[in-house]
């Protein structure tokens, strides 16, 4: 694993990782270079907390899927993380030129999903044209759930943080939210539902 993010083999959810794994906070700096750092340390953090209660002591039965499911959710957060393309912003003043990342739309609407007790999003798209003001959006959304969570309930308690935080914080012309419940977790020391 290289060290520089300036080297274009740097792995920055290893790297990232491995800060996290020795109990650490990495360097500002390193935060600081780009959103995408952040948003990928912040989306981590909150990952590895929701694992400690999704993966069920009986996971060592089941390694395989839960190192594959795993593996899928650190795959989304590093390729969710980087920027995309750029969503304008509009200003009153001509001179001014704002707008926001998708990488930062997408941490916006991992953060609501996550805010939900019982899930967990595994991927977010945006399809639509997000550079083009008032073009209609959908966002997508993968979500895994803990065993005994009302799934239609569940789907639309995501739908509606992931909208509220989208109609806060963004100009987007949010035409729907999709969500498909791909994953279902036992809670640690759960017990079953009568």
Same mark, same amino acid.
Request: hydrophobic fraction near 35%; charge should be negative.
């Given at each position: 694993?290289?060290?520089?993010?300036?080297?274009?083999?740097?792995?920055?959810?290893?790297?990232?990782? @491995?800060? +996290?794994? *020795?109990?650490? #906070?990495?360097?500002?700096?390193? /935060?600081?270079?780009?959103?995408?750092?952040?948003? $990928?340390? @912040?989306? +981590?953090? *909150?990952?590895? #907390?929701?694992?400690?209660?999704? /993966?069920?002591?009986?996971?060592?039965?089941?390694? $395989?899927?839960?190192?594959?499911?795993?593996?899928?959710?650190?795959?989304?957060?590093?390729?969710?993380?980087?920027?995309?393309?750029?969503?304008?912003?509009?200003?009153?003043?001509?001179?001014?030129?704002?707008?926001?990342?998708?990488g930062a739309v997408r941490g916006l609407i991992r953060a609501a999903g996550d805010a939900v007790a019982g899930t967990f999003i595994?991927?977010?798209?945006?399809?639509?044209?997000?550079?083009?003001?008032g073009s209609p959006i959908t966002v997508n959304v993968e979500a895994s759930v803990f065993w005994g969570e009302r799934m239609p309930q569940t789907a639309k308690r995501l739908r509606d943080a992931i909208t509220t935080s989208l109609l806060h914080h963004t100009e987007l012309n949010i035409q729907a939210v999709n969500v498909t419940i791909t994953d279902v977790h036992l809670r640690r020391n759960a017990t079953p539902a009568d």
């Open positions: 694993m290289t060290s520089s993010p300036d080297d274009p083999d740097f792995d920055l959810i290893a790297h990232l990782s @491995d800060f +996290l794994d *020795r109990g650490e #906070s990495p360097p500002d700096e390193l /935060l600081n270079t780009t959103p995408d750092h952040r948003l $990928a340390y @912040d989306a +981590l953090t *909150r990952f590895r #907390s929701m694992a400690q209660d999704i /993966l069920a002591e009986e996971v060592s039965e089941l390694s $395989a899927d839960a190192d594959s499911w795993v593996a899928g959710i650190l795959k989304s957060i590093h390729r969710e993380s980087r920027v995309g393309r750029t969503i304008p912003v509009s200003h009153p003043s001509p001179k001014a030129a704002l707008s926001l990342t998708e595994g991927s977010c798209t945006l399809d639509g044209d997000v550079a083009v003001p």
